[in-house]
């Protein structure tokens, strides 16, 4: 993103997010990863979706068992994960064995798969960046805890300790925040506050009589191709 601002995004770390995850990153300079934030059941940090025969189905890395309490970066992905990963493969290949650029999707899964620490948020770092890679997003990636701010202060306030130590003069959230930030607050520190709204065109997806919104990049890669998938980035609206 080429801009006289400095715009920072901040969000979790999140196992093959949709495409709106990877236009925030690629519309904003400094992208700033959560790994001291707490890890929570049923979101999307170690799931998410694909196309299977016309539905969507959940695609998932197993975990340890670990306390409920627990920060991102203290879980490990379980033991398992060593026959389960080939098992993923087996179902993303099948799932996608006709999509029409299977070829780079395969060859991006791989390169995730093939990570071999088990920290999750090692794991999820390491894909994010695979795709960034592959998408060509030049956006700096940055771990929150190396960022020199109060981290223990929570909501509106963490970010912006996080935002004013980035010395960003611009800050983009994801437009289902809307309700979580107020303009004000961040006009106190010199920060505009805008928000991305994707406005992703339908595509055609292999097999889907009805279009399954919002699936994993991997989806699109499989469905669009890695060229298209980058044009797409700016498919979304910052306001």
């Given at each position: ?9 901040i ?19 400094q ?11 049923k ?5 998410n ?24 970066v ?41 990570f ?28 929150a ?18 935002c ?23 006009e ?6 805008q928000?991305?709204q994707?406005?992703?065109a ?10 399954l919104?919002?699936?994993?990049i ?22």
């Amino acid at each position: 993103m080429t801009t006289n601002q400095h715009a920072v995004a901040i969000m979790q770390p999140y196992f093959w997010p949709y495409l709106g995850y990877f236009q925030l990153m690629h519309n904003c300079d400094q992208f700033v990863l959560y790994d001291n934030i707490q890890y929570t059941k049923k979101g999307w940090i170690n799931r998410n979706r694909i196309a299977e025969n016309g539905s969507d189905v959940y695609v998932s890395i197993p975990l340890k068992k670990a306390s409920d309490y627990s920060l991102v970066v203290d879980r490990e992905i379980s033991a398992e994960f060593d026959t389960s990963a080939p098992k993923l493969r087996r179902k993303i290949v099948n799932a996608y064995r006709r999509a029409p650029f299977i070829d780079d999707g395969i060859s991006i899964v791989d390169e995730c798969l093939q990570f071999e620490p088990r920290n999750l948020f090692l794991f999820l770092k390491h894909s994010l960046q695979v795709i960034q890679n592959h998408l060509g997003i030049t956006t700096a990636l940055t771990v929150a805890s190396k960022v020199a701010a109060d981290h223990n202060a929570k909501g509106q306030q963490k970010v912006l300790n996080i935002c004013d130590t980035c010395h960003a003069s611009k800050y983009i959230n994801p437009i289902g925040g809307l309700h979580l930030y107020e303009r004000q607050a961040f006009e106190q520190h010199d920060i505009t506050l805008q928000f991305l709204q994707p406005q992703i065109a339908p595509y055609k997806q292999h097999g889907c009589s009805v279009f399954l919104a919002n699936l994993s990049i991997i989806d699109v890669l499989m469905s669009c191709g890695i060229e298209m998938t980058r044009q797409k980035l700016n498919e979304c609206i910052i306001e």
